[in-house]
């Protein structure tokens, strides 16, 4: 069973926004800090934004200003509105939930592509 399921990806111009959404199981938004990460084309994965299990966010100062992060947990839902997209933000996009003391899960990504 998948923990952590991405949609949303796609193409767009630059300029443009995207909405990426995660579908989580159970309790795990609720439970624990979840996070958004990328892995862009000849680069190592690194951190989007993460939302605590009480709504506090934080940001890469990569997408500060442009990127929102938010959570439904009535909807099993965690989602990334990303405004203002650059080509440098053409990654495949995780999704990731934090457990202490145990192993993170991860969903298997969602391709982002900003072109002309």
């Known amino acids: 069973q998948r923990q952590l399921v991405e949609s949303g990806g796609g193409l767009v111009q630059p300029g443009g926004s995207l909405r990426l959404s995660c579908a989580a199981s159970g309790s795990l938004l609720q439970l624990y800090t979840m996070g958004w990460y990328r892995q862009g084309p000849g680069k190592q994965r690194e951190l989007v934004a993460t939302?605590?299990?009480?709504?506090?966010?934080n940001y890469a100062d990569a997408v500060k200003g442009r990127f929102t992060i938010s959570k439904d947990n009535a909807k099993r839902a965690m989602y990334l509105q990303m405004n203002s997209l650059k080509p440098e933000d053409t990654a495949v996009y995780y999704c990731n939930c934090r457990r202490p003391g145990m192993i993170d899960y991860w969903g298997r990504g969602t391709q982002v592509t900003v072109s002309s």
């Open positions: 939302i605590t299990s009480d709504g506090s966010t």
